[in-house]
């Protein structure tokens, strides 16, 4: 996947994703606001397939499921941080947006072209000539992704038993 990067810093929280003021909102409206304070920039230029890169401690603060909602609704198709917080970075995963530990995003250019392979655990600057390793995501966490989330891995895969047991009576 080749993406554009949209760089911020350390201990961004959710309450700057998901601003309070707009939580009643449906959920592209208040995409419209996520990350207004620290960057007001992001929600109108974010393209689909972009990746945000992020220093320590991303998504810290309350575990409101809308800040990695909002980070999706907007095109955001991965998330790469020296670490995260814990409840955000399982908010993501389980809501199909991809949430990748790398230790050295402080070498990554706003603006930059970016390739992530999150199998292997790498991260592609090409312009750069750069490769970062990041910790690989495990295939059955990828699957779920690449379904779109918990819930609709769970309905696939129920589906596919629930094929599998008519087609074996």
């Not at 449906?26 to 007001?40: F, G, K, S, T």
């Not at 401690?57 to 198709?77: C, H, M, T, Y």
């Not at 995963?93 to 072209?113: Q, R």
Request: aromatic residues 6%; hydrophobic residues 45%; contains cysteine.
């Amino acid at each position: 996947m080749s993406a554009r990067v949209w760089k911020f810093g350390d201990g961004v929280d959710t309450d700057v994703m998901a601003p309070g003021q707009y939580m009643k909102l449906p959920i592209a409206q208040l995409a419209a606001h996520c990350l207004e304070a620290v960057r007001p920039d992001f929600a109108s230029g974010v393209r689909e397939g972009d990746v945000l890169v992020a220093g320590r401690n991303f998504g810290i603060g309350s575990s409101r499921e809308q800040a990695p909602q909002a980070l999706k609704a907007l095109g955001i198709r991965a998330v790469v941080a020296q670490s995260f917080g814990g409840i955000f970075y399982r908010n993501a995963l389980n809501l199909g947006l991809m949430a990748l530990v790398c230790p050295d995003t402080g070498g990554i250019p706003d603006g930059a072209a970016i390739e992530v392979d999150p199998v292997a655990g790498r991260i592609l600057l090409p312009q750069q000539g750069v490769t970062l390793a990041c910790e690989p995501i495990p295939g059955f966490l990828m699957a779920m992704v690449d379904d779109g989330g918990l819930l609709p891995h769970l309905k696939k895969r129920l589906a596919q038993q629930q094929k599998h047991k008519e087609e074996t009576t």
